[in-house]
């Protein structure tokens, strides 16, 4: 008899978004607007931490959760954003994904469900997937990527655990409104419900005003898990740094699963996270969202509609209408005109394609430039 493997596993797909950033690095010349990764580097500010701390020689174990100082330092900045976290309820994670898999992991039983309005990142179906939970999308392109309140209450069964929200949100750039976000909080409230922020884009919301979920509803704070991350605000994607904050009981338990995943972040790597929060992200906020205009200017022109992203750096047009589904949008699009896009498919919404304008400006210039010659010559 073959040895068998955890059979989590059999429907997980490889990431869709890794699959056509390979092949548009195969392809020579081709453009890459694929991933949400910042032209821009690290602060040197930031960076200049690390050679300290290897210096003096901080290079044995932390502690699990990170050390208290930076564990306070998150509490500080949370709290200047309205969200109210306690540093004994606060673990340093090996970036969002490691903080997503702690909390779902913590929260799901086998066939527990969670409710994932698409169109979504694919970690949150796989990581429910992989904890032998059952995801349960919830579609929201009829209303502009907003939640309806009778839909989501549909989708809501005895065995619905939690719900997941991404605001800004990827891939749509799309920030959820006072609507959305009471809609969950009435679930959450009346149905016994966690609700699991990601909230990693929350810096780079272009909206004045905005305010997360956890702030705006302090009193649902045992029941609402926080996980946000350094990568993206502060152009730290391979630095590998996030973190995770919940309520006593659900941070315990957490903890445990930190404990024997990771064990612990890099030491060395603390007071440089410390650092990035005293960091303004206004001028990277500025910068995206300018880029946020020039892109969506150049939709325009192409007649691919789109919902103007407020905040992260996607944008979703759509391609209805053009004659192919996403995939093959995107595959022709690398051979024929050297632009590499991801398949909305890949993230729940068929019928669009998602751009990232994180790249520098002359590179998403150059991607628009090609993108729309395709567009023309599909139409043409």
């Known amino acids: 008899m073959p040895l ?4 989590s596993l059999d429907g997980l797909r490889l990431s869709g978004i890794r699959r056509f950033s390979a092949l548009a690095a195969q392809t020579p010349g081709c453009v890459s607007l694929t991933l949400g990764e910042p032209g821009e580097d690290t602060p040197p500010n930031v960076c200049a931490k690390v050679g300290e701390d290897l210096h003096r020689g901080l290079t044995h174990y932390p502690p699990n959760n990170g050390f208290a100082w930076l564990r306070e330092a998150i509490c500080a900045w949370e709290a200047e954003r309205g969200v109210r976290l306690a540093p004994e309820n606060v673990i340093v994670t090996d970036g969002a994904t490691e903080a997503l898999f702690c909390a779902i992991t913590t929260l799901l039983n086998p066939g527990d469900e969670v409710i994932i309005p698409t169109p979504a990142f ?14 349960v999308p919830l579609d929201t392109t009829a209303s502009n990527f907003q939640l309806d309140s009778r839909a989501l209450a549909q989708a809501i069964t005895p065995r619905t655990k939690a719900i997941v929200i991404t605001s800004p949100n990827n891939p749509t750039g799309c920030v959820l409104d ?4 009471d809609a969950v909080a009435e679930a959450v409230r009346t149905r016994d419900l966690y609700v699991i922020c990601d909230d990693v884009y929350g810096e780079l919301c272009y909206e004045p005003g905005y305010r997360r979920f956890s702030a705006l509803y302090p009193e649902l704070a045992d029941r609402a898990i926080v996980a946000n991350s350094f990568s993206k605000p502060w152009a730290m994607t391979g630095w590998r740094l996030g973190w995770v904050g919940a309520g006593e009981k659900v941070a315990a338990a957490m903890a445990k699963v930190h404990q024997y995943a990771v064990s612990s972040v890099p030491a060395f790597m603390q007071h440089a996270a410390m650092e990035a929060l005293a ?9 995206y969202q300018a880029r946020r205009d020039f892109t969506v200017e150049a939709l325009d022109r192409m007649g691919l509609s789109v919902v103007t992203p407020q905040g992260a750096f996607y944008a979703f047009p759509s391609i209805e209408g053009l004659g192919l589904a996403s995939e093959e949008f995107c595959e022709r699009a690398i051979r024929e005109a050297g632009v ?8 729940g919404g068929e019928g669009h394609v998602r751009l990232s304008y994180a790249a520098d400006e002359k590179t998403l210039a150059t991607g628009l430039e090609r993108l729309a010659g ?4 599909l139409r043409g």
Request: hydrophobic share 45%; charged share 10%; with cysteine.
């Open 4 to 7: 068998s493997l955890n059979s």
């Open 122 to 135: 694919l970690l949150y179906d796989s990581l429910v997937r992989l904890a032998r939970g059952v995801p």
């Open 178 to 181: 006072r609507g959305s976000m």
């Open 279 to 287: 960091t303004s992200t206004a001028p990277m906020r500025a910068s």
């Open 340 to 347: 590499a896009l991801v398949p909305g498919s890949c993230f």
């Open 374 to 377: 395709f567009v023309g010559a």
